[in-house]
């Protein structure tokens, strides 16, 4: 019954999406961890994160039974260092982040962070030795320092999902900062939510919600 | 079919009950104050209500069925009945893209209607997906959108959830038409049967979203809202054809440029400088 699509067709394909972060490249997997170049070509870096995460979560029983603790573990340890948290949060807070002091700031990415990483955990018990993904190829203009990457991910039960990463070069390398699924936007998503909590309670309030999530 | 059955003559007894207490506790929790108004949601304080009753309707009644009928149907079973209905989907996803002029899209919707119709038996395997044929959802709201109507403010619709007035319209104007994937299914004269296939397809629609219901209630900070934007963003990346056959080589594709990406040049051009120097430090925050 469509009504029911249209109401849930939406966090379905954003759950699907998140898992395929993890997931990239999975189909030409190494069976070692590959080093990851953040200087390499942004196609590239993104496909060797993706697939050391993915290569990491399948050998790792606990987490193929879908334990959330060891998932949350796993993508701290090989996904997170090639996130750009504070520009992630910085976005998503939008205009009212200048009027957050430095500790509130600090304290405002770490509140986010949680949230960003049991979003790509829920999705990731879902990922199993099937799925496999693809980078497609890249559109955009190669010397640029914002670009997107996109790519398409197979699974067992169903059609390939589009997901696209947005990547921005820092000094370090690349970073991922924004993730796209099915043509919806991570950091867009949450701009409403934060604006609304900072409305009511501050940016204080922003994060005790954010942290009472986290628990 | 039994069980199916039975929870359809419950299902329907046990939603007329609910639809009318609930409706009228919708209706008359109608005009809350809205702190933090958005520009495309001009109908908030209505819609948070809709929201509510559905929630309630879903909690009560859809949610504690698809978790039942998860647990007792095989996996296999469960993916062949959600293959089937998708399988309906994909054939008229096929008609709109041809509406929309994006015919290529249309002929690959089509042949995966007649791959899966026919080598995936009736629908039930999803062979073209196996075949690396990808699936393009479409829809009448999106060949409005792509023929030049605006959105209009987004609406909640009781049981249906999220839409706005295009979409809507859509939905209605497809219904009345006789062109949405479940006609074939309403012109079943046989009642019982045809009742049993639509309590069947609602049961797994819902099943299909549970982990995705889940996951939202771990990362929204508000359901509501993260529903709304995540609906507000899908709907209109679908009319600008942005995630149109993603690995298809597709003329029509717009380039990713800037322009296509969402501004958030607000906050960098004002604060350039001082973005710049905290994003540099960031290293320890991404450990």
New interface residues.
Partial sequence: ????????????????G?CFLLSVGSSLSAHAAKQVNPQAAPNEFVETVGNNALEVLRNEPAAQKGDLNRINQLV?EYV????????TT??AA??Y??QASPEQ??AL??AF?G?LI??YS??LS?VDEISSL?I?PF??DANAD?V?V???L?QR??????V?Y?L?K???GW?IY?LNV????L???????????I??NGIDG?ID??NR?NQ | MNNNEAIHTQTSARLGRLAATLALAGVVAGCASVPNPTPEDPWESYNRSMFQFNEAVDKALFKPIARGYRDLTPEPARTCIHNIFANMADLWASVNSFLQGRGHDGVNMLGRVLFNTTMGLGGCIDVASKNGVKRIPNDFGVTLGVWGFKPGPYVVLPFLGSSNVRDGAGIGTMTLAGASSYTGVLAIDNVPLRNTILAVAAVDLRESLLDADDLVDRIALDRYSFIRDAYIQRRKALVEGRDVAPGVSYGALPNYSDDNLPDYSDDEDDDAAAARAPATGTAPSAQ
Avoid at chain 1, 1 to 16: I, K, P, Y
């Fill in positions: 019954m469509s009504f029911l699509a249209s109401r849930f067709r939406f966090t379905q394909l954003l759950q699907l998140f701290n997170l260092p090639y996130v750009n948290l504070e520009k910085r976005l939008g205009r982040w200048r700031q600090k990415v770490e962070k949230t049991r979003t829920g999705a879902k693809e497609l559109r955009g914002d997107v996109r790519s398409s197979s039960n169903g059609p390939a999902v589009g696209d947005r921005e820092t000094p370090e970073k924004d099915e043509g919806i936007w950091i867009q998503n949450y701009r409403n939510q934060f604006a609304q909590q409305n009511q922003l919600a954010l999530q």
